[in-house]
C-alpha cells in the first residue's frame, strides 16, 4: 500500500469551505491517500491585521507538504490589502498556471462542444512585477519584463504538459509584431524549445487575432501557452466559452511547490446555502492527486464526476430544465459523485491518466540549449525628460547643447514617436520626452559610463529634469533596444 502523501488544506471564505469538503468527501470516496494539514487563511486573517490573508506560520506548512489545496477567499473591500494569490505564487515561483478548459455538451450548455483547450499562463514575469512609476504630470509607466529563463521554464512546461497527457499541438500567442524584443524573446524560445519536441505539433499566432479565433473556434487549439498578462485574460475567456466558469480547476505550479484551485472566487452571496457547484475545485483536486502520482484516484474520481454530469445531477449554476434531471445542493452533488466512484462516462469521453509516479517533476529548470552570454556592449543613453516649456524643436535646440565629450543627440521621441529631427507638426506630445545620446562617432559605436554620467551631469547643470535613463546595448553587434516610429 503506498505511503499517504501529506498536503496542506485552506477552506477559504464564502462557499469555500462547503465546495471544500465536497471535494474531500469525494477524494475520500475514490480512495485517496492523504494526510491533511489544515491552515487558515483569507478575510479573518486580513482583518486580525495580516496584509497578505495568510499568517508567517502557515508558509511552513506548504513548506512541509510543498502541495496546497485552496477553496476560494474573500478579499476584504478597502485599500492595504495584497492579493493571497499573488503573495503565495511570488514567494514559491509558481511559474505555471494551467487551466483546462473543457465543454461538457450536451449535458452543460455551451457554444462550443467538443471544445477541450488547456491554458498555460505564465505566472510570474510581464507586467506583474507591479514596477509602476508616474514620471511626469501627464505620464505613467509599467515596467513589461520578459526574461529568457522564465520563458524557457513556462515553454518547456507546456510542451512537456503536452507530452504526458496525449496532446497533439501546442499553440504560442504574442504580440511580437508590435513588442518585438520581450513577445519576441517569448515567441523565439517557444520555437527553440518546440524544435526538441518533434512529436507534437507546433504554431504561433498575434495575439489578437489568435484570441478571436480561440473564442470563436476552440477547437482548432490544444495546448495554449502565453505570457501573463494575455494568459490572465485569455483563461478567463476561455473558461467561460467551454460552460461555465463554476466548472474548471486550474493548478499554480513551482519547482518545488505546487497550488490547486478553483478559478472562481468565495461567491459571498451563495455561502452557507448548500448551493455552490463544487466542480471547480474538484477538478483542481484531480490535478493535485496527478500531481502527487494518485493517477488511480484521479482516474476513478474525475470518472465517476462525469458520469454525475452525464446522469443530469447538477448544481443551479448549471441546471437546465429539459437537460438536466435532478438540482441538487452541494453536498448531494457530492454524495452522487462519491455513489459513482468506479463508473466512467457512456457519452462523453472518459478520461485516463498514465501512471508513473511524482509526474509534474518536470525537466523545466534544464536549460534548452547551451547559451554562451552574448557581448554586451554600449553604444548610447535615453535620456528621459519631464518637460513642457516649449516644441520639439526648442527642445531639441537646447539638448544640443549638452553634446560634447564624445556623446551627441541623434533623436528625440515623444510616446515613441519620433519628433526631432523633422517630426511632424500633427503628432501630439505629452510632457515625457526621450533624448537619445550615441557616440559621436554614429549610432553602434561605444560609449561608456563615465560618459554618460558626465551627460547626465550636463543636463543637471542646465535644469533639466531628467526622471530616467536607460543604456542603449549593442548584443553580438545587434541592437538590444527599439526604435521610434518616424
Ligand atoms: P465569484 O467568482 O465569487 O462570483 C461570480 C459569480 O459566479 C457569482 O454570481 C457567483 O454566485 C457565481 N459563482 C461563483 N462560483 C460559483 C460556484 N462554485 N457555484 C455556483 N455559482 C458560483 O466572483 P466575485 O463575486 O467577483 O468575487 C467574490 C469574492 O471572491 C471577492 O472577495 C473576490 O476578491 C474573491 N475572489 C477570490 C478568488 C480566489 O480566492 N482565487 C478568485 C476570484 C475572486
Request: a negative charge; glycine letters at 10%; one cysteine or more.
Amino acid at each position: 500500500m503506498a505511503e499517504n502523501v501529506p498536503i496542506t488544506v485552506a477552506r477559504g471564505d464564502g462557499i469555500g469551505p462547503e465546495i471544500m469538503e465536497a471535494t474531500l468527501h469525494i477524494l475520500r470516496a475514490a480512495g485517496a491517500r492523504l494526510d491533511i494539514e489544515e491552515i487558515e487563511i483569507g478575510e479573518k486573517v486580513y482583518l486580525a491585521g495580516n496584509a497578505a490573508g495568510i499568517e508567517p506560520g502557515a508558509f511552513d506548512s506548504l513548506r512541509r507538504t510543498k502541495v496546497f489545496l485552496k477553496a476560494p477567499i474573500t478579499t476584504p473591500q478597502g485599500g492595504g490589502y495584497k492579493s493571497l494569490n499573488v503573495t503565495v505564487r511570488k514567494t514559491f515561483g509558481l511559474y505555471a498556471n494551467v487551466r483546462p478548459c473543457v465543454a461538457y455538451a450536451p449535458f452543460v450548455a455551451t457554444k462550443h462542444a467538443g471544445m477541450d483547450v488547456v491554458i498555460v499562463r505564465e505566472n510570474e514575469e510581464d507586467v506583474y512585477g507591479g514596477i509602476e512609476y508616474r514620471q511626469t504630470d501627464q505620464v505613467t509607466q509599467c515596467l513589461k519584463l520578459i526574461s529568457r529563463p522564465g520563458t524557457e521554464k513556462i515553454v518547456r512546461y507546456a510542451f512537456e504538459y503536452a507530452r504526458r497527457n496525449d496532446r497533439k499541438k501546442v499553440t504560442c500567442f504574442t504580440k511580437d509584431n508590435i513588442m518585438k524584443i520581450t513577445d519576441g524573446l517569448f515567441h523565439k524560445v517557444f520555437e527553440e524549445i518546440a524544435r526538441e519536441y518533434t512529436d507534437i505539433e507546433n504554431e504561433h499566432w498575434i495575439v489578437d487575432i489568435g484570441a478571436a479565433k480561440l473564442s470563436d473556434t476552440p477547437g482548432a487549439f490544444d495546448v495554449v501557452v502565453l505570457p501573463n498578462l494575455y494568459g490572465d485574460v485569455l483563461s478567463d475567456v476561455a473558461a467561460q466559452i467551454a460552460g461555465s466558469v463554476g466548472l474548471a480547476g486550474s493548478a499554480n505550479i513551482g519547482e518545488s511547490i505546487a497550488m490547486f484551485e478553483a478559478i472562481h472566487g468565495s461567491a459571498p452571496r451563495r455561502a452557507g446555502q448548500n448551493l455552490a457547484n463544487p466542480s471547480g475545485l474538484f477538478l483542481g483536486a484531480v490535478m493535485m492527486l496527478v500531481h502527487v502520482g494518485q493517477t488511480d484516484v484521479a482516474e476513478r474520481a474525475h470518472n465517476a464526476w462525469l458520469r454525475t454530469m452525464e446522469d443530469g445531477v447538477h448544481t443551479y449554476d448549471i441546471f437546465k430544465e429539459g437537460v438536466s434531471k435532478e438540482k441538487v445542493g452541494t453536498r448531494e452533488f457530492a454524495e452522487a459523485v462519491a455513489a459513482r466512484v468506479g463508473q466512467k462516462p457512456e457519452t462523453l469521453k472518459a478520461v485516463s491518466y498514465k501512471s508513473g509516479g511524482a509526474q509534474e517533476k518536470n525537466t523545466s529548470t534544464r536549460a534548452a540549449h547551451e547559451t554562451k552570454a552574448e557581448r554586451k556592449e554600449t553604444v548610447g543613453v535615453d535620456v528621459y525628460l519631464d518637460w513642457a516649456a516649449g516644441s520639439a524643436n526648442q527642445l531639441g535646440a537646447a539638448m544640443e547643447k549638452l553634446n560634447g565629450d564624445g556623446l551627441k543627440l541623434s533623436s528625440i521621441s515623444n510616446r515613441g514617436v519620433k519628433v526631432y529631427p523633422g517630426g511632424h507638426t500633427e503628432t501630439f506630445c505629452s510632457d515625457h520626452w526621450r533624448c537619445r545620446f550615441v557616440a559621436d562617432a554614429g549610432e553602434g559605436s561605444a560609449v561608456t559610463h563615465a560618459q554618460i554620467a558626465r551627460l547626465l551631469a550636463r543636463a543637471a547643470e542646465s535644469g533639466f529634469d531628467f526622471i530616467k535613463t536607460e543604456n542603449l546595448c549593442n548584443f553580438d553587434g545587434a541592437p538590444g533596444y527599439s526604435h521610434a516610429r518616424e
